[in-house]
């Protein structure tokens, strides 16, 4: 599949999401991303944004299998995973699969549940695939995790091991809408919208899960100069030597920055990736990875501030 057809099977989902969503284009694009890609996303937002529809929207958009799980303090592995069950009529164990055999899977609320259930997701988010009792299973193809969180309420919660944030490649945050958005919203539920009717919405799947498969492979073919991807390097090497970082991207950050450039090139319809393409991308990939120093907070920076400061510190390759 070449760029200009990705380019147009973008846009047709994303008029097909502007049935349902509104003012999340943003958001959307970058879900979209992480979809061809073959990379993960972490939705961080207060409650009430539209997380969980987003994610359910792509999974409407795309005819592939789609799980959710609500995840709560009481979740265990093996209700992620699933487990052995004996059957009296055979005298044989089979497994039981759990939700996480799908392609498609919104992990709801991923902070509530304890870090070993939170751990379960890690084998299958970075190989494609879960061990039980010995044996491997591997995951069905597109495998994409949407883990949704909210980053106010900390009751009862238990954040993101480090090592489980770096498996996601964004985490993309999700605001409150403006005043002109939040009219058009009430207006679409006066008007008889509900978010758990989808199908009333007249949503049209834009594309197969093989086709996603397709689109992966094909956009391994975009051109990347080298130029680009020293200057992909730099960006990496800056924020670990920036003064109001403690922890730097990780060099599975530059390949997500690498491969996230690829897509999003391929999706403007072209062929090759070009700086902008990077600046775009760096800010999801690098906002969940990188520690800022208590100096930098007192100062009133944010993640994202500190991201630009780095990016304008890394000469532009022309």
Do not use: C, W
């Not at 996303?41 to 789609?66: C, D, H, N, R, Y």
């Not at 990736?273 to 991308?281: E, S, T």
Request: no cysteine; charged share 20%.
């Amino acid at each position: 599949m070449n760029p200009t057809e990705l380019k147009t099977i973008f846009e047709k989902a994303r008029a097909e999401a502007d049935k349902v969503l509104v003012g999340l284009q943003d958001p959307f694009e970058l879900l979209a991303i992480a979809l061809f890609t073959g990379g993960h996303v972490l939705l961080e937002g207060v409650p009430g944004t539209a997380k969980t529809l987003m994610a359910k929207t792509l999974a409407s958009l795309v005819q592939a299998k789609f799980t959710r799980i609500q995840f709560t303090p009481d979740l265990m592995p093996s209700d992620i995973l699933g487990t052995s069950v004996f059957d009296m009529a055979t005298t044989t164990f089979h497994l039981k699969k759990g939700p996480v055999f799908t392609q498609l899977l919104l992990a709801d609320e991923i902070n509530r549940a304890p870090a070993k259930t939170q751990s379960a997701l890690l084998e299958a988010m970075e190989e494609k695939q879960i061990n039980l009792e010995g044996e491997r299973h591997i995951l069905e193809a597109p495998f994409m995790v949407v883990a949704t969180q909210n980053p106010i309420e900390y009751e009862g919660t238990y954040p993101l091991p480090e090592a489980q944030l770096d498996r996601f490649m964004f985490k993309v945050l999700v605001q409150y809408s403006p005043l002109g958005d939040e009219v058009e919203v009430l207006r679409r539920y006066h008007q008889g919208f509900s978010a758990h009717n989808l199908a009333g919405t007249n949503l049209q799947p834009v594309l197969t899960a093989k086709q996603v498969v397709e689109i992966r492979e094909s956009i391994q073919q975009i051109v990347v100069e080298d130029g680009i991807l020293e200057y992909v390097a730099k960006i990496g090497v800056a924020s670990r030597q920036s003064p109001d970082i403690v922890l730097g991207a990780s060099t599975r950050a530059s390949t997500h920055v690498l491969l996230a450039s690829k897509t999003f090139a391929a999706m403007q319809g072209r062929n090759y990736v070009i700086p902008d393409d990077v600046k775009f991308v760096v800010p999801p990939v690098y906002r969940h990875r990188i520690l800022l120093k208590p100096e930098a907070e007192i100062e009133g920076l944010n993640a994202d501030a500190v991201i630009q400061r780095v990016l304008g510190s890394v000469e532009v390759p022309r």
